[in-house]
């Protein structure tokens, strides 16, 4: 927190929001966004903040939901949080081709706090989790009709970041009826390295990684065996695919793995990833539904550089 700041609005002022902005381009809404913080925050290096603001969008597009942009970026030695925002009601395009953005929020946090970031972008998206609230906040014609809309739908900032903040929704999953052969299609198309099991209720039976397929294909006497050349031409592998069709993904998962619960907080994830070894943890509903999945690399992306 900074200085019992809770929401969107109290970072929010008037003068840094443009309502109805026409004839302007992506690019151009952002530069006056810039400006705007500018003339009212005197001490911030523009051309700086402009520079890391499309450093990061060419790493990944910073649109989090349809119509909905947030670039931002971490700004060395700034005081406080800086956001200005602006609202296009027919759409601007910015960094992702016809898909106009209609509401784009500018933040700007100190490099030196990564939590602080990381609160106000979990809190701004549950500030729009509405499914109208985009379109809503597009088409209101004055600031002083947004502040009151967020103040008034406002998602508070938690005081600590929990997994549920920062884990990916809706992951790629499997059944336990499956087959093995459609397990690995998945992989494929996916590029996942490890997949939720469900029953046909949709109740967390196991997961599935890469390295199961492998243990399934290599019996374990293998492994410990300092010739090989008898299976140098993968003949295990040719006989598990042979096979693959009539191996249901039960036979191959892991029923025994780490869940962590989504009010966890974040923090916890770190220990765990580097107690475990593990790359990916499973997040569940206090039912013990599945909830998302945190992945090592997502949760240092949002660590370090998102």
Known sequence: MTDGKTGLDDFLTPNNIICRAEDATGAELLNRLLALLKRHFPELDIELAGREVMAREELFSTMIAPGLAVPHARIPGLGAPLVAMGCAPEGVEFSVPQQPVKVMILLLTPLEEPNLHMQLLAALAGDFSAPDAIETVARLQTPSEVMAYFS???????????????????????????????????????????????????????????ADLLKFTLPEHLLWLEDLSPIYRFQPFIDMLKSAGDTRIADVMREEFLRVDQEVPAIQLAKLFLVHGCRQLVITRSDGKLAGVVELRDFCAKLFWE
């Open 152 to 210: 008034g739908n406002q998602v508070l900032m938690s005081p600590y970041l929990t997994a549920r903040d920062i884990m990916r929704e809706d992951p790629v999953t499997l059944q336990e009826t499956d087959t093995l052969r459609h397990a690995i299609d998945v992989f494929a198309r996916s590029r996942e390295e490890e997949l939720p099991v469900l029953d046909r209720v949709g109740d967390l039976r196991g997961v599935v990684g890469l």
